[in-house]
């Protein structure tokens, strides 16, 4: 069984151009959730959603972060005019239920030049 | 959220059995005791959760206090590969979805 599958694993952007990250649940989950990890810090929930709906975003930074689950494809977390506080690592887990177990991707790490 | 409480840090000769202790005083009595880790430069990793009663899987032990105000994860035969992060979570998703993670105890294993 192939487990959450992130990319790009490694991504490198320089002050104000965009970063999209990808997330690609395990089979047969429909429910996705983003956190951020920021440098010597611990996780911190971004966002939960469910396919074509955003359920939670009390996490999520009011400008410049989007995230989308749609019908077909992976969940996407945006990020538009990067800042070097955005640099991070942006992990991604999902779970077959609404609050059942969460698996968790290798992360996407983000460096902000 | 219940607040927990962990050791920073401790150390494990390897082979040798690990008792990771988390206090949860203020847990609710919907809430599931989430156990996770973190390798190096990974992701977190599931490793188990219970509600009342002592939990076994594959990867380790689970022992809740009768209270459930804490809980110890228990690694019978630690690895190298155990050397991680582990992280106590109160988890029942009422009301939020989101795992709250804290500052979790750093596993030393030493060959």
């Known amino acids: 069984n192939a487990g959450v599958m992130q990319n790009p694993r490694h991504l490198v952007r320089r002050r104000g151009q965009e970063a999209r990250l990808r997330c690609s649940p395990m089979?047969?989950?429909?429910?996705v959730y983003w956190y951020r990890q920021l440098p010597e810090e611990g996780l911190k929930f971004m966002v939960y959603l469910q396919k074509e709906n955003i359920i939670d975003e009390s996490g999520m930074p009011k400008e410049r972060f989007s995230a989308e689950f749609p019908k077909e494809g992976p969940s996407i977390l945006r990020i538009q005019q990067v800042v070097r506080g955005d640099s991070a690592a942006y992990f991604c887990?999902?779970?077959?239920?609404?609050?059942?177990?969460?698996?968790f991707g290798p992360g996407t790490r983000l460096t902000v030049l | 959220d219940a607040k927990t409480t962990q050791p920073n840090s401790m150390e494990s000769n390897e082979e040798e059995p690990v008792h990771l202790p988390c206090n949860h005083s203020?847990?609710?009595?919907?809430?599931?005791i989430h156990w996770y880790r973190q390798l190096p430069s990974q992701g977190p990793e599931y490793v188990i959760h219970g509600l009342t009663s002592n939990v076994n899987n594959r990867m380790a032990s689970l022992a809740i206090a009768e209270d459930r105000k804490s809980s110890t994860l228990i690694l019978h035969r630690a690895t190298l590969r155990d050397a991680a992060v582990y992280y106590c979570?109160?988890?029942?998703?009422?009301?939020?979805?989101?795992?709250?993670f804290g500052k979790g105890t750093k596993l030393s294993v030493i060959p």
């Open positions: 089979k047969g989950h429909s429910h």
């Open positions: 203020t847990i609710s009595g919907t809430d599931y």
């Open positions: 979570i109160p988890y029942s998703g009422a009301g939020s979805y989101q795992l709250t």
């Open positions: 887990a999902s779970s077959p239920v609404p609050v059942g177990t969460q698996y």
